[in-house]
């Protein structure tokens, strides 16, 4: 057999198995959320005998020894730890942990980069080392700063409720803790999560005007600063809580409901939008897979990469420029 057909299935092998890895890592991860939802309804029996799977065994060692590091990560690299403080909150795993994981994911890029060059028979330098290191240690930001808007927009849907349900209870006699304490029991994650932090702060003894301007930093939506301000000059200057929060309920609800309409009447130019994004990027593969060397002559010399780069910038001008031609301020 043909060297270079060796290799081309040896590699193809190798993405087979890594898919296949990181399926049934994320089997695994929807696996253990699966079962801590339905744990509190369940009778825990263990059969005499019973083992768990190795691929659990694997992960459960590892978190243990994700856990082992969080001491030493706080104490070599503090300022990144607090850094990644805003992706711990609500979640099971510390800022500490975060940072272990972009560790070790960037030892396996390079295992993985030296493998990949082992197999084609050639030594890697320190270039691609290096490189591979970068894109390993910053890969899981991608997954961060996704998780974060995701959670962002579920706050920012939720938070209308919150409101009701304090209002509710203001009306109901309840102070402003108790109000809270109803309100992280009775939200959704990720909005329940951070009313049960708010609770949990209070508790300490840290005042109104704190707890909710933590809150506001935390989220970083517009809704929470405003009800960290109205309960900032609530908390100062006094007054009727129940109408201010009628007033502040009034507010958010006409604002939701102004954002749907944008958005409904927004979707087309949305998805033209989309369209004209696509399309260049589309182009450019149709055309690479009908001949491959055509664009050859950027990679040939430095004036074909100062070209690409001129032709990257200007795509991102251009994406820019339409993402703000659609956009509605209100």
């Not at 099971?92 to 942990?97: K, L, Q, R, W």
């Not at 272990?100 to 082992?118: D, E, P, Q, R, Y």
């Not at 007054?239 to 939701?256: P, Q, R």
């Amino acid at each position: 057999m043909d060297k270079r057909l060796l290799i081309v299935l040896i590699q193809i092998l190798l993405v087979f198995a890594l898919i296949i890895v990181i399926t049934l890592f994320l089997r695994l991860n929807n696996s253990v959320k699966l079962e801590k939802r339905i744990a509190k309804y369940c009778v825990k029996y263990n059969k005499p005998g019973s083992t768990l799977a190795l691929v659990d065994k694997i992960w459960a060692r590892y978190i243990a020894f994700v856990k082992k590091q969080r001491k030493k990560i706080r104490k070599m690299l503090p300022m990144m730890t607090n850094m990644y403080e805003k992706y711990s909150v609500g979640s099971e795993y510390h800022a500490e942990d975060y940072i272990t994981h972009k560790l070790v994911i960037s030892v396996i890029f390079v295992i993985l980069t030296i493998g990949g060059m082992a197999i084609q028979g050639r030594f890697v330098t320190v270039m691609q080392l290096v490189i591979s290191m970068i894109i390993g240690f910053y890969v899981l930001d991608i997954y961060l700063i996704i998780a974060r808007n995701a959670n962002k927009k579920k706050i920012e849907n939720d938070i209308l409720r919150a409101i009701i349900i304090m209002n509710n209870a203001f009306k109901s006699g309840k102070s402003t803790i108790q109000a809270v304490e109803i309100a992280s029991k009775k939200l959704p994650k990720p909005i329940g999560l951070e009313f049960k932090k708010i609770y949990e702060e209070m508790n300490y003894g840290l005042s109104i005007d704190t707890v909710f301007d933590r809150f506001s930093k935390r989220v970083g939506i517009e809704e929470a600063e405003y009800l960290s301000s109205s309960l900032t000059i609530l908390n100062r200057t006094g007054g009727n809580i129940i109408a201010v929060f009628d007033s502040i309920e009034k507010t958010l609800f006409d604002k939701k409901k102004l954002k749907e309409e944008l958005k409904n009447s927004t979707t087309v130019s949305k998805l033209v939008t989309k369209i004209l994004l696509v399309a260049p990027v589309l182009f450019v593969l149709i055309i690479y897979v009908l001949n491959p060397d055509y664009f050859s002559p950027f990679f040939a010399s430095p004036l074909g990469y100062i070209m690409l780069m001129i032709i990257l910038v200007m795509f991102i001008i251009y994406a820019y420029l339409l993402s703000r031609i659609v956009r509605v301020e209100y």
